[in-house]
């Protein structure tokens, strides 16, 4: 697209098809005479210029919107890459709970056949592996989406696997007020204001004269003006200049008024852009903050007991003060907290993504 434009940048000075005409026959006497002709008509120059400044506006807004596309990419990729992240550190956990539900269910068998234990105890184990199974398998078919979603936005056939762990992001320093020049879509919109009024600028130099040159040469066979007689292999020759009145613009004129309406429309919906785009950075940055405060308030006060309650549940039901229902809702207990903090960081993670894309900040 970007290429398309700039091509089309050369087009502004666009004449009309240049006049070629001859003629035979009794133009000037009796005598047969000849006479051939050329012409050229094209615009004021003005016309010209405008044209190419327009033309040069919607080449600079091409790639303003190639920017835009690219940044819409990069934020795409950094989801499905943070989403990855996000469902390996998921696949640990279970993978956690299953180990604990796996060496319950064996001891689980082991005191259903020495009659320590009914049915219900084996029962209640077996449910509970077969629940761990079933969201593993989930989670794989989940990742397996993911990760072919990574390779279409990246555009290749080789499978990629995104390596790390998820991380709290932290959120750059960003202004107060929107940067129109930083911000790619703000400055989409305010060249589409540039744009229309070059639009305008292009339609009132079309109600300037159109000029037009000519040349012609023909013989005048016989007696000349100055009583001289003239062969036909004697040629006289003339120019041509012509201005053409716009007499009947009022159609010209109905585009003129049609383009600064539209100036007025491309200024309303660069005023509507802005204060979205604000309200939705201002709407993002409260959701970053509460974030933050949620995820340091859930380290300070939830997290920490997650482990404790694993340990303790363990000692409890090994020392006979609970039984294995119990134990299993204390593990189940433990394992939420631990995904409730995955979702926390998720969100924060989404919110810092999102906010660096509506400020043009790379990922």
Do not use: C
């Not at 005598?31 to 400044?53: A, H, I, M």
């Not at 009024?197 to 130099?205: D, F, G, L, Y």
């Amino acid at each position: 697209m970007v290429k398309y434009q700039q091509q089309l940048i050369k087009t502004s000075t666009i004449l009309p098809f240049t006049n070629f005409t001859g003629e035979f026959g009794q133009l000037n006497s009796a005598y047969n005479d000849n006479r051939f002709g050329l012409s050229q008509s094209f615009s004021f120059p003005t016309v010209y210029r405008n044209q190419k400044n327009l033309l040069n506006l919607e080449a600079d807004q091409a790639i303003t919107s190639a920017d835009i596309k690219t940044f819409e990419l990069s934020k795409t990729i950094a989801d499905v890459f943070d989403n990855f992240l996000y469902l390996r550190e998921k696949q640990k956990l279970i993978l956690k709970s299953d180990s604990l539900y796996s060496q319950f269910l064996e001891k689980a068998n082991i005191r259903f056949k020495v009659g320590e234990s009914n049915i219900m105890e084996k029962a209640t184990a077996e449910t509970q592996k077969a629940s761990v199974n079933f969201q593993l398998n989930q989670l794989r078919q989940e990742m397996e989406t993911v990760l072919l979603q990574f390779q279409v936005l990246l555009n290749t056939a080789i499978k990629f696997y995104p390596e790390g762990s998820i991380q709290k992001k932290q959120l750059s320093e960003t202004t107060d007020s929107v940067e129109v020049n930083k911000n790619y879509k703000l400055r989409f919109y305010q060249q589409q204001q540039l744009i229309s009024k070059a639009i305008t600028r292009v339609e009132k130099s079309k109600l300037l004269p159109e000029l037009t040159v000519g040349y012609f040469n023909t013989s005048m066979k016989g007696t000349g003006a100055d009583d001289r007689y003239y062969g036909r292999d004697k040629r006289f020759q003339a120019a041509q200049l012509g201005i053409g009145v716009p007499i009947f613009a009022g159609a010209q004129k109905a585009k003129v008024l049609a383009a600064k309406v539209n100036e007025e429309i491309a200024d309303s919906n660069f005023q509507l852009q802005k204060q979205q785009l604000e309200l939705q950075i201002e709407t993002a940055r409260h959701q970053y903050q509460y974030g933050v405060e949620n995820i340091y308030n859930y380290e300070k006060s939830v997290l920490k007991n997650a482990d404790l309650i694993i340990q303790t549940a363990n000692k409890q039901f090994i020392n006979g003060d609970i039984n294995y229902l119990e134990w299993g809702m204390l593990i189940n207990q433990s394992i939420i907290i631990r995904s409730n903090y995955l979702d926390l960081i998720k969100t924060l993670n989404q919110t810092v993504i999102q906010l660096n894309y509506l400020t043009s900040k790379k990922q």
